[in-house]
Antibody, heavy 123, light 107 residues
Framework: QVHLVESGGGVVQPGGSLRVSCAASGFTFNSYGMHWVRQAPGKGLEWVAFIRYDGSYTCYADSVKGRFTISRDNSKNTLYLQMNSLRPEDTAVYYC????????????????WGQGTLVTVSS | SYELTQPPSVSVSPGQTARITCSGDALPKKYAYWYQQKSGQAPVLVIYEDSKRPSGIPERFSGSSSGTMATLTISGAQVEDEADYYCYSTDSSANGVFGGGTKLTVL
């Protein structure tokens, strides 16, 4: 059974940094691309970033490009999102999610989601 | 930037058919996915690759896509289907995009 558990959320001041993690189990982690998706309070879903199964390719939403970095450690079955230069508008629940298709060069849809971790950017 | 457009709300009576649309210029070439999100919960995949239903999703959920529009159909909607529904696809650069979401009311 696929299990995704995010951690590392919290309160950070504007301009600060935070790294959130996602521990994966129940599937062959190094065979699937992974995504981060966020949801601001009371708002809709926003795709944030994707990383290929082997870490060789990443892509980002324009709203976070240059500030956020997605990475993975396949030896630890863990996905990361490093968030720098945080802004109040980055306040959201951050979900990690597994891509539907294995060994895909680029991202597609997601099939499994974690429960999310809340990041609050406020002074 | 690429956008997917959904109606903000759809309302049906129990047992009726609910249809939620999603329009986007790249949909003729890109798959659509549909997610159900109930209050306070993580999203759940209900349709993938336009029309495929994951195991465990009731048969009343179906999907289709034609031209620039994808449609999620719930045949015989139940009270428990009341939720927010989001379509998702990718743009020409393989970046992900969600629609704005549709609140389905069943009463």
């Amino acid at each position: 059974q696929v299990h995704l558990v995010e951690s590392g959320g919290g309160v950070v001041q504007p301009g600060g940094s935070l790294r959130v993690s996602c521990a994966a189990s129940g599937f062959t982690f190094n065979s699937y691309g992974m995504h981060w998706v966020r949801q601001a309070p009371g708002k809709g879903l926003e795709w944030v970033a994707f990383i290929r199964y082997d870490g060789s390719y990443t892509c980002y939403a324009d709203s976070v490009k240059g500030r956020f970095t997605i990475s993975r450690d396949n030896s630890k079955n863990t996905l990361y999102l490093q968030m720098n230069s945080l802004r109040p508008e980055d306040t959201a629940v951050y979900y990690c999610a597994k891509d539907v298709v294995g060994l895909a060069d680029t991202g597609g849809g997601v099939d499994y989601w974690g429960q999310g971790t809340l990041v609050t950017v406020s002074s | 930037s690429y956008e997917l457009t959904q109606p903000p709300s759809v309302s049906v009576s129990p047992g009726q058919t609910a249809r939620i649309t999603c329009s986007g210029d790249a949909l003729p070439k890109k798959y659509a996915y549909w997610y159900q999100q109930k209050s306070g919960q993580a999203p759940v995949l209900v349709i993938y690759e336009d029309s495929k239903r994951p195991s465990g999703i009731p048969e009343r959920f179906s999907g289709s896509s034609s031209g620039t529009m994808a449609t999620l159909t719930i045949s015989g909607a139940q009270v428990e289907d009341e939720a927010d529904y989001y379509c998702y696809s990718t743009d020409s650069s393989a970046n992900g995009v969600f629609g704005g979401g549709t609140k389905l009311t069943v009463l």
